[in-house]
């Protein structure tokens, strides 16, 4: 148990819908940072949040939001889902603002787009 | 362009049998070289940080090395609860952030 918690487990959708994944980084930790994995690409990093600020921003679509909140835990907003869209998105965290740092991942949501 | 490469795609062993897995890696200016395990349907977990050319780190069955250009996890003598996708990433580059290999799938047979 790495101490990131994540919800949904899973999340079964239509497309066009949007929906709102959680995430509360490992006690003490500073840093979250949003990845999305499938089948053939890997992970592949969205965006990263340091005490409330956006930090980075990998190849997030247009049509995703992150945010992180004053107690730290943060949500990954997807809207006008496509089929495509369904992945597995995690999330992790780390102490610093560095992503160089070893970065901690949570069990993750499991979203698919009908 | 920043990358990194793992391979190979699929490894099957059987228990006992050493092998190694390969990373390599192009990233302008290295922060930092990581090893993670991912089990189906879970999140990754951390293993081990490299950061330097010629560094090691052990742990168990695992070692891993870092050279100027590629890493290397060597498996010694794997059992069956090895079995897993075990994905490098690279700190750094032009981004500033991890970017991961696709992984190498890694199964033990008894």
């Known amino acids: 148990d790495s101490g990131v918690t994540q919800t949904p487990k899973h999340l079964i959708t239509a497309t066009g819908q949007r929906v709102t994944l959680r995430c509360s980084p490992r006690s003490g930790d500073l840093s979250v940072y949003w990845y999305q994995q499938s089948l053939d690409q890997g992970l592949q990093f969205l965006i990263q949040y340091y005490n409330g600020e956006e930090r980075a921003k990998g190849n997030i679509l247009e049509r995703f939001s992150a945010q992180q909140f004053p107690d730290l835990h943060s949500e990954l907003n997807l809207s006008s889902l496509e089929l495509g869209d369904s992945a597995l998105y995690f999330c992790a965290s780390s102490g610093s603002g560095r992503s160089y740092n070893e970065q901690f991942f949570g069990p993750g949501t499991r979203l698919t787009v009908l | 362009e920043d990358q990194v490469t793992q391979s190979p795609e699929a490894l099957r062993l059987q228990e006992g049998e050493s092998s190694s897995l390969n990373c390599s890696y192009t990233v302008s200016g290295l922060r930092g070289l990581f090893w993670y395990r991912q089990d189906p349907g879970k999140g990754p977990e951390f293993l081990f940080t490299l950061y330097s050319a010629g560094e090691e780190k052990e742990k168990e069955r695992l070692k891993a090395t870092l050279t100027k250009k590629e890493s290397f996890l060597h498996i010694t003598a794997p059992k069956p609860e090895d079995s897993a996708t075990y994905l490098c990433?690279?700190?750094?580059?032009?981004?500033?952030?991890?970017?991961f290999g696709k992984g190498t799938k890694l199964s033990v047979k008894p």
């Open positions: 990433a690279a700190g750094g580059g032009s981004q500033g952030n991890l970017i």
